[in-house]
């Protein structure tokens, strides 16, 4: 195994955090599928399509990234055989002239290989408000 052999997709999903976090770019590649039915969409961005498109994305992110800290909160995850889905919010600290914390509703999608769970979807969307507040959920329109 290497080290981009992941056991579990929580061990997958904790690496790409690691590497987001961190701005690490050959981490980040390791932990997504490379095939071409890979997708990503980043917060008010179109859908990247294949592993090159999503790791030239995932460059620039890097890149112009300063300290972030992440933190996860409400994750769930519906695991089968091949395929675990985790949804949760993404809370990103980033730290300029002061604090600002950026929230982002999050669906990752891991599919098991010989070479062991990689990542073949990151969709994450801006939280329009403050949800972990409200009694009630918000009325479905789609």
Not at 7 to 16: D, G, H, I, L, P
Request: with cysteine; proline share 5%; net charge negative.
């Amino acid at each position: 195994m290497s080290s981009t052999d992941f056991v579990t997709s929580t061990e997958a999903e904790n690496a790409f955090y690691t590497a987001f976090s961190r701005g690490d770019l050959a981490a980040m590649r390791g932990i997504w599928l490379d095939a071409s039915h890979t997708s990503c969409v980043h917060p008010m961005g179109d859908r990247l399509l294949g592993t090159p498109a999503i790791i030239k994305s995932w460059e620039t992110i890097l890149k112009n990234t300063g300290d972030v800290i992440i933190e996860l909160s409400d994750i769930a995850i519906h695991q089968g055989r091949q395929t675990a889905i985790h949804t949760l919010i993404e809370n990103i600290h980033v730290q300029d002239e002061t604090e600002k914390v950026f929230q982002f509703v999050v669906t990752n999608v891991y599919e098991q290989t010989p070479a062991g769970w990689k990542m073949i979807l990151h969709h994450a969307s801006p939280m329009p408000r403050d949800l972990s507040q409200e009694k009630e959920p918000a009325p479905v329109v789609h």
